[in-house]
C-alpha cells in the first residue's frame, strides 16, 4: 500500500513539473492570516515588537506525507523609520524528499497615515529559491510489480539538471483601520524559470485580493476582552486558475472559533468544478503565544482520495518592554487580533503615531 501511495504521488509530482497550468499553482494555507508574510508584504511589521511565525501543512494525509509545507518568519516594526522589516524561508516537500522547493524572502513595508483612522501600507519583498529533485526517490510502474510490490531502487527517468536556482519578487498595498482591512499582492512578478529540462516552466504571475471586516458585539469591560465576529476574504488568480476563500471568526478570550469556504460558487467557462473544502478552524491565544489548528474537509472529487489536509500554526510576539510605558495613540489592527497573532490584553502596547502622507 505504501509502494501504491508513493507511485501516486509520483505521477501528481511528475504532472507538476511537466504542466505549468494544471498543477503548479502555490500553496495555499488555509489559516491565512496566521501566515500573513505569505499573503502579502504589506503586513510585514504589523505587530507590536517582534513577531515570530511558524506554520505546517500536510496536504492529503491520505497518501502519506507525500505533500508538505512548512514556513518560518520574522517582522519587526521599526518606529523611528515608519518601517517593518521581515524575513521568511518556506519549503514545499513533495513525495518525500522527491520533489523540494526552498525559498528565503526579504520583505519591506512603509506606513502612512492617510487621515487620524486610516492607514495606508505598500510592501516589497525579494526572494531567492532553488528547486531540486531526487530521481532516487521515483517510482514510476517498471518499478512494481503486477501484484504491487516494489522491485527496484529509482526510476529510469532522467533529468538534464537536477537543481534550478531562481530569483523573483513581489509587491502590494493595503489599506486598514480599526475594523477593516484590504487590499491587492501580485507576486512572482520575474516569472522564474524552474524547469529541469530545457523546456520552460515559469512560474505564474499571482493575483491576491483580500479584505475583511471586525464587528465587536460587545465591548471589553474592566479590562475583559471584547467579544467579536470576523468576516474576512481571500481571492487567488494564477494562470487560469480562480480560488475565493470566504471565512467568519468568532473571538472570545481565549478561544478563537472559525469556518471557511474554499472554492468558486460557480463554474468558470472551459474550467473544472471548483469546490474545494470547508475548513473549520480553532485558535488559543495565551499571552504572547498564539496558536491554531484547521482541517480541510474536501467537498470535491478528491474527498475519498487524499483526506482533506491538516495545519498548524504558531505566532509568538516579543513585546519590549518600554512599549508597555508609551501613553500614544495605540495603532489600529485590522481584523481580529487573534487571527493576526495579536492579544486584546497587549492593548497598551502602542506604536508611537505614524508619519501623515506627506509629511
Not at 174 to 191: E, I, K, T
Not at 321 to 340: A, D, L
Not at 343 to 349: C, D, E, L, M, P
Request: charged share 20%.
Amino acid at each position: 500500500m505504501n509502494t501504491m501511495r508513493s507511485y501516486i504521488a509520483t505521477i501528481i509530482i511528475l504532472l507538476s513539473i511537466g504542466t505549468s497550468r494544471a498543477f503548479a499553482q502555490d500553496v495555499s494555507y488555509s489559516q491565512t492570516y496566521e501566515a500573513p508574510l505569505y499573503v502579502s508584504p504589506s503586513f510585514t511589521g504589523l505587530t507590536n515588537g517582534t513577531r515570530i511565525g511558524l506554520n505546517y501543512r500536510n496536504q492529503w494525509p491520505g497518501i502519506g506525507t507525500a505533500f508538505q509545507n512548512y514556513a518560518i518568519s520574522v517582522d519587526n516594526f521599526f518606529e523611528n523609520f515608519n518601517s517593518g522589516l521581515g524575513l521568511m524561508w518556506q519549503c514545499d516537500n513533495e513525495g518525500k524528499g522527491l520533489l523540494v522547493d526552498h525559498e528565503i524572502s526579504l520583505l519591506y513595508a512603509y506606513e502612512f497615515t492617510l487621515n487620524q483612522d486610516i492607514f495606508i501600507r505598500p510592501g516589497l519583498s525579494f526572494k531567492f529559491g532553488e528547486r531540486k529533485i531526487d530521481q532516487s526517490k521515483m517510482i514510476t510502474y517498471t518499478d512494481i510489480t503486477a501484484d504491487g510490490h516494489f522491485v527496484t531502487g529509482g526510476s529510469s527517468i532522467e533529468f538534464e539538471r537536477t537543481k534550478k536556482a531562481r530569483i523573483d519578487a513581489s509587491t502590494g498595498v493595503m489599506v486598514y483601520n480599526d475594523d477593516f482591512w484590504g487590499g491587492v499582492a501580485f507576486d512572482h512578478l520575474m516569472q522564474p524559470n524552474t524547469s529541469f529540462t530545457d523546456v520552460k516552466h515559469n512560474i505564474g504571475f499571482k493575483t491576491t485580493v483580500y479584505a475583511g471586516y471586525r464587528f465587536t458585539y460587545e465591548p471589553s469591560y474592566r479590562g475583559s476582552d471584547p467579544k467579536t465576529v470576523t468576516l474576512a476574504m481571500n481571492f487567488v488568480h494564477q494562470y487560469d486558475f480562480n480560488q475565493l476563500e470566504l471565512g467568519a471568526y468568532w473571538y472570545y478570550s481565549p478561544i478563537e472559533i472559525g469556518v471557511s469556504y474554499r472554492g468558486l460558487f460557480f463554474r468558470v467557462a472551459g474550467e473544472l468544478d471548483n469546490k474545494d473544502a470547508v475548513i473549520p478552524t480553532v485558535g488559543l491565544n495565551i499571552g504572547p503565544l498564539r496558536m491554531g489548528y484547521s482541517y480541510d474537509l474536501n467537498i470535491s472529487d478528491l474527498s475519498s482520495f487524499g483526506n482533506g489536509a491538516h495545519e498548524i500554526s504558531m505566532i509568538y510576539r516579543i513585546i519590549p518592554p518600554n512599549v508597555k510605558k508609551r501613553s500614544y495613540k495605540m495603532k489600529p489592527v485590522p481584523c481580529s487580533e487573534p487571527i493576526m497573532g495579536y492579544s486584546y490584553s497587549n492593548k497598551t502596547k502602542k506604536h508611537a503615531k505614524r508619519k501623515g502622507v506627506g509629511r
